[in-house]
């Protein structure tokens, strides 16, 4: 019992620890704010990631960080022990395969966390002199069956040879110019976007891809996205377009106020976080809503990286210096009962634990 105490004691504690900013009380949502402070390794967010054990892994300028609810586990670049040892401290992305395995990409190549065993993997960082690093060097897509896929500025498009454990390079029409972003959608389709402006879908069979269809608009394409089953993208003149996942059917759905950098779907909402500060809450329509409107207002001088959905109903916003902030609903975590069974009430300290069907009994 004194170890069951003491283990609420640390919980409790723990959540009151951590600063947290509350608006209104009639607002729904609490906002809890993460730095380095709290044990985060750096308070500069490129990218924030939940796996299939609903741990958060947080990639930022100096270390990869993995949140397991209670504190923060940072993994640093070691050059005394290559095993234990992430091949770089910039992080840039963070997936996770279909083994559970931990990818991630940083500006000198990609590495893998086997979490069973606690290694580090790395690849591609020997491959090339080091005297010129480019920030996007690489990146990462998993398709629908987990199989990982590497973005290579130098060698283009590769997978990854689980038994041979190396990357191979994949059949792939030439590009005109470099890639600069890549995705995997719910059908398996790899949608390209390169250095010109143009957007490009394939088919994939065994490593090979057939084209299906290029995009190009007035004005460059320069970034997309796949959310809420859909695959949006944005143009230099700042318009925002939708394409019909079968028909392949483009049309644009807003222009924009201001051009984004990462976008997410939260409780029946779009959100769009502006590529200076703040961000922009839409409704299905893409009309702008009230919904978060007090939570966005106290973010309005804060640059959102990366979003993140978490289990219930939190969201993860990554931010360029401002750490994590987590936005989740009021709820109480704990209901009283009043009263015994024959409807007298209790006039009796109680102090005790039992744990009754996953349920705990104070």
């Keep these: ?165 190396t990357f191979r390079i994949c059949d792939l029409p030439q590009q005109n110019s470099k890639i600069s972003k890549l995705v995997f959608d719910e059908s398996n389709r790899l949608w390209l976007l390169n250095g010109s402006g143009q957007l490009d879908v394939y088919s994939a069979d065994q490593n ?34 939708t394409i019909h996942h079968s028909t392949f059917i483009h049309k644009q759905v807003m222009q924009l106020k201001h051009a984004f950098t990462a976008m997410i779907f939260y409780k029946e909402h779009y959100l769009l976080a502006w590529s200076t500060k703040g961000y922009g809450v839409y409704d299905l329509d893409f009309q702008q809503s009230s919904f978060l409107q007090q939570e966005a207002a106290q973010m309005q001088d804060v640059k959102v990286t990366s979003w993140a959905l978490g289990s219930e109903d939190i969201l993860w916003s990554g931010t360029d210096g401002n750490g994590i902030i987590k936005i989740y609903p009021k709820t109480k975590s704990f209901g009283t009962i009043a009263t015994s069974d024959n409807g007298m009430p209790y006039n009796k300290s109680v102090r005790a634990f039992c744990e009754a069907d996953g349920n705990l009994w104070i």
């Design 1 to 165: 019992m004194r170890r069951a105490f003491y283990f609420l004691y640390v919980t409790i504690f723990s959540m009151f620890a951590l600063q947290e900013v509350t608006a209104d009380p009639a607002d729904p949502f609490f906002l809890q704010h993460y730095d380095n402070r709290n044990g985060l390794s750096n308070s500069s967010i490129n990218h924030i990631f939940k796996d299939a054990g609903n741990l958060l892994w947080v990639a930022t300028w100096d270390g990869l960080n993995m949140y397991d609810g209670n504190i923060f586990h940072v993994f640093n670049y070691s050059k005394e022990n290559d095993f234990k040892s992430i091949g770089s401290n910039v992080i840039r992305q963070v997936t996770e395969d279909k083994r559970g395995n931990i990818w991630v990409t940083t500006i000198e190549g990609i590495s893998r966390y086997e979490k069973r065993t606690g290694k580090f993997y790395n690849y591609f960082y020997n491959q090339y002199q080091r005297s010129r690093v480019s920030e996007q060097e690489y990146a990462l897509a998993i398709d629908t069956a987990g199989k990982v896929y590497c973005l290579n500025q130098k060698s283009g498009l590769n997978w990854y040879d689980e038994a041979a454990d």
């Design 208 to 241: 090979k891809f057939k084209k299906l269809r290029s995009y190009q608009e007035g004005s460059a394409i320069v970034n997309f996205f796949n959310v809420n089953h859909q695959l949006f993208f944005t143009t230099a003149d700042e318009r925002l377009f």
